[in-house]
């Protein structure tokens, strides 16, 4: 209770003499290289804020799904069944039947099919269920 006091008596105090200063006394000369400088700092700030935003927040490309072999190749189709994606890229380590987690770059092929170009395998989950394998 005592620091809530004696922080709301500083910031009264600070606003009290923020508010009676002159116009003379507020106002500092800026030059046009100092300004320059100053909106270059801003927007640089700006800037690697919002690059730094779209790292925290872009979402990760995995999927997690059940393999199957279809037509000599590798299909994933995903946990809801909605998705099949043909696989590409490090495939080796994934077997049909496998329920996986994958991570890659997803994209469509050259007849609109989805595909997903495989960088690793994440997790190997073991045998998929009998109606993830049906799929």
């Known amino acids: 209770m005592k620091k809530l006091i004696v922080r709301f ?5 600070c606003l009290a003499f923020l508010t009676h200063a002159t116009k003379a006394d507020a106002q500092i000369p800026v030059s046009g290289k100092q300004a320059a400088g100053i909106f270059g700092v801003l927007i640089g700030v700006g800037v690697g804020i919002g690059v730094g ?3 925290l927040v872009r979402a990760p490309h995995n999927v997690t799904g059940c393999a199957s072999e279809e037509g000599g190749g590798l299909q994933l189709t995903d ?8 696989l590409q ?3 080796a380590a994934i ?3 496998e ?3 994958i991570s890659g770059k997803p994209g469509k092929g050259a007849n609109k ?3 997903f170009a495989v960088k ?3 997790k190997d989950y073991g045998a998929c269920s009998v109606s993830g394998a049906a799929r």
């Open 79 to 86: 946990e809801q069944g909605t998705k099949h994606y043909v």
């Open 53 to 55: 935003v779209y790292f």
């Open 113 to 115: 099919q989805r595909t």
């Open 95 to 97: 077997k049909p039947g």
């Open 99 to 101: 329920r996986v987690r």
């Open 120 to 122: 690793k395998v994440t």
């Open 9 to 13: 008596v500083v910031a009264a105090l």
């Open 89 to 91: 890229g490090e495939t």
